[in-house]
């Protein structure tokens, strides 16, 4: 992914992490990002987390990467989910690995 939207899906996951914040836990986070990593730490809750683990990958370049084949998730997947760790072929064999009906 090319830095440029790394740093505006970064924007995005701190942006979301403060809404998750504001609105379930009443926090009001200021603007920087050890804040709102440090008051998303003091909660165990999974989006929370899945939010954390995206702006880890974020820092270390390699959001947007699936977790199994390393290909680029599309960014319009990452827009609708921003924790997205499978790209659209991995993420179906998954579905159809752990669908009962199958
Ligand atoms: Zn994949």
Known sequence: MKSEDLSKFHE????????LLSSRHG??????????LEAASRFDAADLNELVF????????IYG????????IPVDVLKS???ARL???????MR???????
Do not use: F
């Open 96 to 102: 159809e690995k752990t669908d009962p009906s199958n």
């Open 65 to 72: 990467q699936c977790v199994i084949c390393r290909h680029d």
């Open 81 to 83: 989910n921003l924790n």
């Open 27 to 36: 926090l009001t986070v200021k603007d920087n990002k050890e804040d709102v």
């Open 87 to 93: 790209c659209p072929s991995c993420e179906t064999v």
């Open 54 to 61: 995206a702006l880890r990958r974020i820092e270390k370049g």
């Open 12 to 19: 995005l996951v701190v942006l979301r992490l403060k809404e």
